[in-house]
């Protein structure tokens, strides 16, 4: 198991420059989250990979700015775009293999234009049997406006697809669709492969480690006592934090846990 932390935490900032501001303040696992097209390019991932290897920082997934277009891209009636949809996540996957990272976030579908659970199943093992061939895992994140924030949803596909579907537990998301976060640990168990974490309490969903209620340590627990291989990303909006430092001692917070768990 390991901490990080995502540079989507410190938009609009470019991406490098919230790279190099996390690597330069000792993170040594990140999310990178892509904010648009040109960001795809070869020499543009050249040059993350190149930060990346000098500050040996290890980047675990990619998040992409074009989970908002899955649902008409992937998920609809229309053949042509699923065929270009699997064509554009190539892209991805070369970015990532060249940056070195391992796992895809993906939202999925809109929860108002439901697609039948065999339809997704379907289009999801399309897009997770592409990313085996670059070996990368497409997870799926439960985000409550998408069909995926549903846990009896989740369940289904759980039981429909085996061990051929992973997840992202993302907390925020969890608490804005009025799941139980221990539920889904308990329900999606080892199949959760990686963590979006903030804290949750009276003054939002989204909070700094510490500003609310979340059990963070029987949190931790849980998930590696089912996947002792998780990422665990702190995952916050800029307006929840007030500089690099709260950042970094919300990353020792997740790393202590880890290091207490482990012995």
């Not at 040594?28 to 040996?56: C, G, M, P, R």
């Not at 994140?141 to 579907?165: H, K, T, W």
């Amino acid at each position: 198991m390991i901490a990080g932390v995502s540079t989507a935490c410190l938009y609009p900032k470019l991406l490098e420059e919230s790279l190099y501001d996390l690597a330069l303040n000792g993170i040594s696992n990140v999310e990178i989250f892509i904010n648009t097209y040109s960001e795809f390019q070869k020499n543009f991932a050249v040059s993350i990979s190149e930060i990346l290897n000098h500050f040996d920082v290890n980047c675990v997934s990619v998040h992409p700015f074009t989970a908002e277009i899955e649902p008409i891209m992937a998920f609809s009636a229309y053949e042509r775009r699923t065929n270009d949809a699997l064509e554009y996540l190539k892209h991805c996957f070369e970015f990532m293999n060249i940056i070195n990272a391992g796992i895809f976030v993906l939202h999925g579908n809109k929860g108002s234009i439901n697609a039948p659970r065999e339809l997704f199943c379907e289009r999801y093992s399309m897009m997770y049997n592409l990313g085996k061939k670059f070996g990368i895992t497409v997870a799926l994140e439960n985000v409550s406006r998408c069909q995926s924030g549903n846990l009896g949803f989740l369940r289904d596909l759980s039981n429909m697809l085996g061990d051929d579907i992973k997840f992202v537990l993302d907390t925020k998301q969890a608490v804005r669709s009025k799941e139980n976060i221990f539920d889904i640990i308990n329900t999606l168990k080892e199949k959760i492969v990686h963590v979006h974490l903030s804290d949750n309490g009276e003054l939002g969903d989204c909070l700094m480690l510490g500003k609310g209620r979340l059990n963070i340590p029987r949190l931790i627990s849980d998930i590696y006592a089912y996947n002792p291989d998780v990422s665990i990303i702190l995952e916050l909006y800029r307006s929840n934090f007030n500089g690099i430092s709260d950042l970094t001692s919300n990353y020792n917070i997740i790393l202590n846990n880890i290091k207490n768990i482990q012995g």
